[in-house]
């Protein structure tokens, strides 16, 4: 970087270090001086990008103490993203999930359209279901950006959900919600165990850090979901 790198440049290339985790949560992240000595910039350039980062959630500032990275960056300063896990097992039912699979495709069009990705990024899909007591609670069907997150490609997600992994393991900045009902197509409803064309609730959501997408995931429902939301 330059010494005319804005503190734009900088910030998002500290807020890279933290989604990546090269810069861990709770982590104490270098000193205004060093980083100028860095990335070639003005120490006040720094100090205004870690006062963005700041008010992301993804940093805390202490004086004297330092600037760490937030334990729990951006989730809680922001929105949290629920866990499916604690949503069943809030209702008292068992929890119980089950990878159905995961790949690398091509993705559809319409997917890369959604993420504002160029050809040649490369996705992961991870298609899983969560169950309450037994019964199909939701679909999880999930392309995450490896770009933005690369450890997403090792990740076990045999034994955790992708849902619990992401959490915490990618901030995010920005996210978008969006809810529909649909019809159940043939590989939906035997999933779910329901009958082709049957309703099913749908929620979408995108999360972003900064400029970078993280994923989009859409989570299927039987007709008999009830959403509830608390602010």
């Known amino acids: 970087m330059s010494a005319r790198s804005s503190f734009r440049t900088l910030r998002d290339e500290m807020a890279r270090r933290i989604a990546e985790r090269r810069w861990p949560p709770g982590a104490l992240i270098p000193g205004e001086e060093a980083l100028a000595r860095e990335f070639g910039a003005a120490r006040a350039t720094v100090n205004r990008a870690l006062q963005e980062l700041a008010r992301a ?4 500032r202490r004086r004297r103490a330092g ?17 499916v896990r ?7 039912a068992t929890y119980r999930y089950r990878l159905l699979s995961r790949e690398e495709p ?12 160029d050809d040649g990024v490369p996705l992961l ?20 950006n490896l770009d933005a997150v690369p450890g997403a490609r090792t990740a076990d997600f045999e034994t955790v959900s992708p849902n619990e992994w992401l959490v ?3 901030p995010f900045t920005e996210a978008e919600f969006t809810f529909r009902a649909a019809a159940a197509g043939p590989e939906e409803a035997a999933v779910l165990q329901l009958r082709a064309g049957e309703p099913v609730f749908v929620g979408e959501r995108i999360t972003w850090l900064r400029e ?10 039987p007709p008999s979901h009830r959403m509830v939301t608390r602010l």
């Not at 959630?57 to 805390?60: D, F, S």
């Not at 604690?86 to 008292?92: A, D, L």
């Not at 091509?106 to 990705?117: H, K, T």
């Open 168 to 170: 915490e393991n990618a």
């Open 57 to 60: 959630g993804l940093v805390e």
């Open 125 to 144: 899909r991870v298609r899983c279901l969560h169950l309450a007591d037994n019964a199909p609670y939701q679909l999880e069907d999930r392309w995450i």
């Open 106 to 117: 091509s993705p559809p069009e319409i997917v890369r359209a959604r993420l504002g990705l």
């Open 67 to 83: 600037t760490r990275v937030a334990l729990h960056p951006v989730r809680e300063a922001r929105f949290v993203i629920p866990l």
């Open 212 to 221: 970078r997408p993280i994923t989009l995931v859409s989570m299927i429902h």
């Open 86 to 92: 604690q949503e069943i097992e809030g209702r008292g």
